[in-house]
């Protein structure tokens, strides 16, 4: 009798025991993301590194760049340490829904389909394509590039912006890629050309005031991307996001890599 009293108690212990490891369990898989990262004290990111300027390895061999600083921010912020793993375009959105990351900061554009696979903060970039020529070539919209010489690489996303919205008489010269439009440009064989804003500031610090940016063609908007259904960590990721736009942290750390303000972003 005493010993079927003990083995009762034993399995009565067991069973309790079982109860608070599958609830202790239950809890720790329905915490989310930012409760993890608090909880740890360290935020890992996957990011791009070769995607200058966006992202890219310094001289140590170490990500850089205007993701990795906005990722730095982030973990500030938050503050924690941050922990960054390259990632490429292929792989950073399976790395971030197999838990090898916490979140991305990944030159990552908005779009209907990776909103079904992630969900996106407010923006924190832009990744403009503009027409970009000489102060005094008069050009404020499409329209203005009729019998206008306009260079662009070909087969690029610019190259099909600048054909979609040019008049028939606009002349588009294109270029094997953008540093031979960009040459183009500053030897006065085309009147304005198609190009991201990274290139014009390139062209801007090689050729002061002669050039400036006449329209912008598209803009993309880049966000952070974390795992879907986690409410709370998209809420404090966009309070982070919205504060250093705000207070103009992000457009500075933009200034810094791209040469130019930050754009206005709207929220998606």
């Known amino acids: 009798m005493f010993v079927m009293k003990k083995m009762r108690k034993l399995v009565g212990a067991t069973v309790l025991a079982g109860c608070a490891a599958l609830a202790l369990g239950a809890t720790s898989a329905a915490a989310e993301t930012i409760d993890q990262v608090k909880e740890k004290g360290e935020l890992t990111i996957g990011m791009l590194v070769d995607f200058p300027p966006y ?70 970039s832009a990744a403009q394509i503009v027409v970009f020529g000489g102060k005094d070539t008069k050009i404020a919209k499409a329209e203005d590039l009729a019998g206008k010489r306009i260079g662009v690489a070909r087969a690029s996303t610019q190259d099909i912006a600048v054909t979609k919205v040019a008049p028939k008489d606009a002349n588009i010269r294109r270029f094997d890629d953008d540093a031979s439009a960009m040459q183009a440009l500053l030897s006065g064989q085309v009147d304005a050309i198609g190009c991201s804003t990274t290139v014009a500031a390139q062209i801007a610090k090689r050729s002061p005031d ?53 754009p206005e972003l709207k929220k998606s």
């Open 55 to 124: 992202g890219i390895l310094n001289t140590e061999n170490k990500p850089d760049g205007y993701d990795a600083d906005v990722a730095r921010q982030l973990a500030k912020d938050l503050g924690v340490k941050v922990n960054i793993v390259p990632v490429t375009g292929p792989n950073r959105i399976p790395y971030l829904l197999t838990n090898k990351v916490d979140m991305l900061v990944a030159s990552l554009a908005i779009t209907p389909e990776r909103a079904k696979q992630v969900q996106f903060s407010h923006p924190y």
């Open 210 to 262: 002669r050039f400036e940016n006449k329209f912008v063609l598209l803009q993309q908007e880049m966000a952070v991307a974390m795992r879907p259904g986690e409410a709370n960590t998209l809420k404090t990721v966009n309070e982070l996001v919205d504060k250093n736009i705000q207070n103009g942290e992000f457009s500075k750390l933009f200034q810094k890599w791209l040469g130019t303000p930050l």
